[in-house]
């Protein structure tokens, strides 16, 4: 019994990493789709795709049961509970899908984007797609199945980047966006049930799906909040500033934010369901957590420290200059995915322990800043002044979800700090020498900026390399004493 529980600690950090280094792959290629679609579109296109997906968000986020995240909370056999489950969520997205057709003229009438109305009627494909998707998926995550996961996103990527790019490239309009999203998630549809055995069939289970709710209303309560709080800034930037300000802020977004969103995102998922089973032994909650947390640590601090200092030569030499009045969000927003980042990394804990609410009460809080701030903030400065609001909303946040963790699995402030201070004193090292390298330059095109990176990327491995030698930080011998101990048990 004991080495199981090592080993399920130790397999959600070679899960987390493992997951991590296949995302960093999956987002190398968002990145090449985000770039020649920024090359082949205009900002305007983001920005009316932008509206669409605002909409679509609005209405499938208020009408979210939490069904899967409660079925991988739960301890027993949860397969009585699936086909109740699927055929709710049908039932939710042919209401969604109809209800996406009627708004659609008052959506765009409220971003003053007529283009809108027909995108967003033609999206609501996708939400039917999403709701016949095989709900036996939910067991990749509850059985810790991190290559199959790994499979069914990774194909409606793949799906998303082939549409996306050859339409972009063929008509240059924001159709391209729209069909690499539908392709995106009919692939997924479709590989859910290759790839799983289950087989869903119709069934109405009153009690089951209020059972589920029980627990998924918590879901429903942080995942209003959180669109609120994370897509909040963007309605408010598309009606006061414009749909072109809207998708230049959207792609600063975007780009900045991809270490807390995809790398601690997928951290997560692999977490959740193992710190579930781990909950009621606090010790091994601890320390899984705490090595989750150098993982995560080890690679957005590193991650967002190059966005900010990269940001500028980035975004002229791979986008043009029309990307080019979005730089200062970028780099705001990328100090913002870095309090993300370990604010993020706490949720899964809360849940696995069966205590939403905590997550939920403290998105409240965030809520409350952005409501503050919001508003005068856009109209003082525009996008900057919502990068401004989002950047001290997530501090608050993070402050917060550090405190209730470390109070939760017992955790002596110092061991919480250890992860995040080494990472985080390389990085201000590497951003003096790269600022320093950069005054030397004369002129950065893409030669020079890829030897900027080369100089990142080494400074970054030898400070760490120093810091275990003089301090003993672990990080190098615990990703590779847990690549052995896959390997082991794969």
């Known amino acids: 019994m004991e080495d199981k529980k090592k080993t399920l600690s130790y397999l959600v950090v070679v899960g987390g990493f493992l997951i991590s280094l296949l995302k960093i792959i999956e987002r190398s290629l968002g990145l090449i789709r985000l770039v020649i679609l920024a090359r082949f579109l205009a900002p305007n296109d983001f920005g009316l795709m932008g509206v669409a997906l605002l909409t679509l968000g609005t209405i499938d986020t208020f009408s979210q049961p939490g069904f899967r995240q409660a079925l991988v909370q739960k301890k027993q056999n949860v397969e009585e509970y699936l086909n109740s489950a699927w055929t709710a969520l049908i039932v939710r997205g042919l209401v969604l899908a109809c209800v996406l057709v009627f708004v659609a003229p008052l959506a765009a009438e409220f971003f003053d984007a007529p283009k809108a109305v027909l995108i967003i009627r033609v999206i609501a494909l996708g939400v039917l797609f999403q709701a016949f998707t095989n709900i036996g998926v939910v067991f990749f995550q509850k059985e810790l199945e991190f290559n199959k996961q790994f499979i069914f996103q990774l194909t409606g990527v793949l799906a998303d980047f082939v549409v996306a790019v050859s339409l972009a490239i063929l ?10 999203l539908l392709a995106g998630h009919f692939t997924r549809m479709v590989v859910s049930y290759i790839i799983h055995p289950f087989r869903p069939r119709i069934e109405f289970n009153l009690q ?5 709710f029980g627990f998924g209303k918590w879901v429903l309560g942080s995942s209003i909040l959180i669109f609120l ?25 975007r780009l900045s934010n991809m270490p807390a969103t995809e790398i601690t995102h997928i951290i997560s998922q692999v ?15 601890r320390d899984a957590y705490l090595k989750v947390l150098s993982v995560v640590a080890f690679l957005t601090i590193p991650l967002a420290t190059s966005i900010i200092i990269l940001g500028e030569e980035f975004t002229l030499i791979f986008m043009g200059e029309k990307w080019e009045a979005m730089v200062s969000v970028l780099q705001l927003l990328a100090l ?26 403290w998105q409240i809080i965030r809520l409350l800043c952005m409501a503050i701030l919001l508003l005068p903030f856009v109209k003082l400065w525009g996008v900057i002044g919502a990068a401004l609001a989002v950047v001290i909303s ?39 020498v790269i600022f320093a390298t950069k005054v030397a330059i004369p002129h950065i095109g893409i030669v020079e900026f890829l030897f900027l990176v ?10 760490i390399y120093l810091w275990q030698s003089l301090f003993g930080y672990n990080i190098i011998n615990l990703i590779k004493e847990n690549i052995t101990l896959f390997r082991e048990n794969k």
């Open 454 to 463: 080369a100089e990142l990327i080494g400074i970054y491995l030898l400070m």
């Open 171 to 180: 008509t240059r309009s924001v159709w391209a966006l729209v069909f690499g």
């Open 208 to 212: 089951k799906i209020s059972e589920l």
């Open 271 to 285: 977490s959740f369901p193992a710190y579930s089973k781990l909950q009621d032994d606090i010790s091994r909650l």
């Open 394 to 432: 997530i501090f608050v946040t993070m402050i917060g979800f550090s405190y209730l963790v470390i109070q939760i699995t017992h955790c002596q402030p110092g061991r919480f700090i250890t992860p995040i201070f080494f990472p985080f004193i390389s990085s201000l090292i590497i951003a003096g």
């Open 229 to 253: 709080i994370t897509q909040g800034d963007s309605i408010v930037v598309g009606k006061l500033v414009g749909v072109v300000a809207l998708g230049l802020y959207q792609m600063a977004y």
């Open 336 to 361: 913002a995915g870095l309090f993300r980042s370990v604010a993020a990394t706490a949720g899964p804990v809360f849940y696995a322990i069966g205590k939403p609410k905590l997550d939920t009460s």
